[in-house]
């Protein structure tokens, strides 16, 4: 599998991790919605996968919520992690949220199996401000945003194993995110096969709650 998606990779032509509806919508989005692929070594990937499989392994995957936006996957929340992942995250911080912006205390990490997927939804504006920044790790595969007002308007990210995305501002508020399943897992004419992937999500506080405050995000915010 992974053979196979490494040769359907090599047909892109060119380097492009974001297609979009049109060129307006690309223009506006260009920093609100970022990807920057091979943000981790695979050495680093291999460090936050192994210090995450003790904890996720114990939990099961979860399905059948009907109005649950998420299928097929289980999830925690982290606050302790090891030297070298803490390394990684202050690079997230830095690459991704400004100097006025507060992080959510515990990071949301994400297990999807490989038929699991996310439907369109916002995060939560009372629980996360106005950045989420995501680590792909295992499993490529293709996030779709598309406008809540104007459903013509959308965005797709090819989210390789290793990258980074970072939704904020109007890719955050103004369009919905999906995760797509593996029977809908394109990115235009490219087949992106899905295993199972484990997202590292990192949020910045609404801007008017101090870190100090109550009123703990859900697991899923
Ligand atoms: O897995 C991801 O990268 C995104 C997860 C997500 O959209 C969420 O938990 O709200
Ligand atoms: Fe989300
Ligand atoms: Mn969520």
Not at 51 to 78: C, N, Q, V
Request: proline residues 8%; neutral net charge.
């Amino acid at each position: 599998m992974a053979g196979s998606w490494q040769l359907a990779r090599r047909t892109l032509s060119g380097p492009s991790w974001v297609r979009g509806s049109g060129p307006a919508v690309l223009n506006r989005l260009r920093d609100a919605a970022v990807v920057r692929p091979a943000f981790l070594t695979a050495a680093e990937e291999e460090t936050l996968s192994r210090e995450l499989e003790p904890d996720l392994r114990r939990r099961r995957y979860e399905y059948d919520h009907w109005d649950a936006a998420i299928h097929g996957f289980r999830e925690t929340e982290k606050s302790r992690w090891s030297e070298a992942s803490r390394a990684i995250l202050q690079r997230v911080k830095a690459a991704a949220f400004g100097p006025s912006q507060t992080l959510l205390s515990s990071v949301h990490v994400l297990d999807l199996e490989p038929r699991g997927y996310i439907k369109p939804h916002v995060d939560s504006v009372k629980f996360c401000g106005a950045t989420i920044a995501g680590l792909s790790l295992l499993s490529p595969s293709v996030m779709r945003l598309v406008h809540t007002q104007e459903p013509g308007e959308w965005l797709e990210l090819l989210l390789e194993p290793r990258s980074l995305y970072i939704l904020r501002d109007s890719a955050r508020y103004d369009f919905s995110h999906e995760i797509l399943r593996d029977e809908e897992s394109f990115f235009g004419e490219l087949r992106v096969p899905r295993g199972r992937r484990i997202s590292v999500i990192c949020r910045s506080l609404p801007e008017e709650m101090g870190p100090g405050e109550p009123g703990q995000p859900p697991p899923a915010c």
